[in-house]
């Protein structure tokens, strides 16, 4: 397995590690543990600086073992609130914001420290507890071990507050919304990747590559799932004494079912499929969809606030409102740059890649026409989704100025099924004016 392919796989790997709730404060328990174990054979109080020993008096044995007790039973107690307190929040995120919100809530770190900190003071009282009476003539070490849980019992009464403000904050449909989109702004380069930002690599025009004289091979799924990611340096890094181009039929976000053709490779003589077979390997599929290379998705995190909100359950057209203001944010943000070319070519081996790509349009549509729809009999949200494509209209060209001038012409057309006062109708066509010369 190349480089390239377990560097790929990796993403995927630590992608699925930052959305567990169980990484980091494992991490933080297992720090917990080596600093119980180094205040109890390595470090003393006499090491300490003058001014901090004051903050480490010494006590008795007793002393610490009813503080250590105390400072357990408190924190276990706290660990079980914060994870009540999150089970609760993700319930509300599912229902409100719709299940595929609640990535977001457990890549949350804020939570996660929370928990390990919580976790892993209960479990240094405990291992303190379990080694004091083999300790009773360390002085050093008992005085130290209290003075860390006392230290400990502080931060935990300050963080336990700070959950509590923050869990009762990120429920917030305004906080949500803004965390989604950070999160794509924050993932832009992952979200539109280009290889050909290479020196060795040159985009071409489409129809350029031609394997009329090569050999097909085509290569399948062996198992299902959605495309997290591709390494396409994989496929444009293959001998030229093999092979002459490769064209991949999918990309990141598509369903795959088993038995589906993923790669065409075009050889310069016949070969097997199993000689290439190992390519699929630069191809992950996973079980869900992630945003590693997956614009569309960040994207319909977005959408899929707006719709829950137009649902009759819900009816919260403002919220709606405050997506579409982030979603035509995020279109101005994709549109000022360049998207990957369909078609690349390896300058020192002419090997050619031809693979499907993410459009300015294709965002386009999935950022409103969903949303347009479910709004058709609600003025408000339809006045304000012409108003942004108004505003995003001057900053495409070609052909992704037509595909919002083609949304606008579909919202006004739909209005015009509704029954509507003479200020919303006047409302909609002034909103409408900018696109009537498109």
Same mark, same amino acid.
């Given at each position: 397995m190349s480089l390239r392919i377990i560097t790929a796989r990796v993403r995927v790997?630590?992608?699925?590690?930052? *959305?567990?709730?169980? &990484?980091?404060?494992?991490? %933080? %328990?297992?720090?917990?543990?080596?600093?119980?174990? @180094?205040?109890?054979?390595?470090f003393e109080r006499a090491f300490l600086p003058d001014m901090l020993r004051p903050l480490v008096p010494e006590v008795t044995t007793d002393n610490v073992q009813q503080l250590l007790s105390t400072v357990a039973g408190a924190m276990i107690t706290f660990t079980s609130i914060a994870f009540s307190m999150t089970l609760v929040a993700l319930t509300l995120a599912s229902n409100q914001f719709g299940p595929r919100l609640i990535r977001n809530f457990m890549n949350d770190k804020s @939570? /996660?420290?929370?928990?390990?900190? %919580?976790?892993? *003071? &209960?479990? &240094?009282?405990?291992?303190s507890l379990h080694h004091l009476s083999s300790m009773s003539e360390n002085q050093d070490a008992i005085s130290l071990l209290a003075g860390i849980t006392v230290f400990f019992a502080i931060t935990d009464c300050v963080t336990i507050v700070y959950f509590i403000h923050h869990v009762s904050r990120s429920i917030q449909a305004d906080q949500v919304i803004a965390n989604c989109y950070s999160g794509f702004c924050n993932s832009m380069d992952g979200l539109l990747p280009k290889p050909e930002s290479n020196a060795d690599l040159q985009p071409v025009n489409e129809s350029w590559p031609g394997h009329d004289d090569s050999f097909a091979v085509e290569l399948y799924a062996d198992s299902s799932g959605y495309v997290q990611t591709i390494n396409y340096a994989s496929f444009l890094a293959l001998p030229a004494v093999k092979v002459v181009g490769c064209e991949i039929h999918i990309r990141s976000g598509d369903h795959v079912v088993n038995g589906d053709r993923l790669v065409t490779v075009y050889s310069r /003589?016949?070969?097997?499929? !199993? @000689? &290439?077979?190992?390519?699929?390997?630069?191809?992950?599929?996973?079980? +869900?969809?992630? $945003?590693? /290379? +997956? $614009?569309?998705?960040?994207?319909? /995190?977005?959408?899929e606030i707006a719709l829950r909100a137009l649902s009759p359950g819900i009816n919260d057209p403002? *919220?709606?409102?405050?997506?579409?203001d982030k979603l035509t944010a995020a279109c101005v943000l994709i549109c000022q740059r360049e998207f990957p070319a369909n078609t690349l070519i390896n300058k020192n081996t002419a090997v050619w890649l031809k693979r499907r790509t993410f459009t300015f349009e294709g965002l386009i549509d999935t950022a409103y026409a969903q949303i347009r729809q479910a709004a058709s009999a609600q003025p408000a949200v339809l006045i304000h989704l012409l108003k942004n494509l108004a505003n995003l209209l001057p900053r495409c060209t070609g052909s992704a100025s037509?595909?919002?001038?083609?949304?606008a012409k579909s919202i006004y057309a739909s209005s015009q099924s509704l029954t509507l006062c003479s200020? +919303?109708?006047?409302?909609? !066509? *002034?909103? %409408?004016?900018?696109f009537k010369q498109t």
């Open positions: 790997f630590w992608e699925s590690l930052s *959305t567990s709730y169980w &990484f980091i404060p494992v991490m %933080m %328990m297992l720090c917990s543990v080596a600093l119980c174990y @180094t205040c109890l054979s390595v @939570t /996660q420290s929370v928990l390990g900190l %919580m976790v892993s *003071t &209960f479990l &240094f009282c405990l291992l /003589q016949p070969v097997e499929a !199993d @000689t &290439f077979a190992s390519l699929c390997r630069a191809i992950v599929l996973g079980s +869900d969809r992630t $945003p590693l /290379q +997956d $614009p569309e998705f960040a994207i319909s /995190q977005l959408v403002h *919220t709606a409102i405050t997506c579409i037509s595909a919002v001038a083609q949304h200020n +919303d109708q006047s409302a909609l !066509d *002034t909103a %409408m004016l900018p």
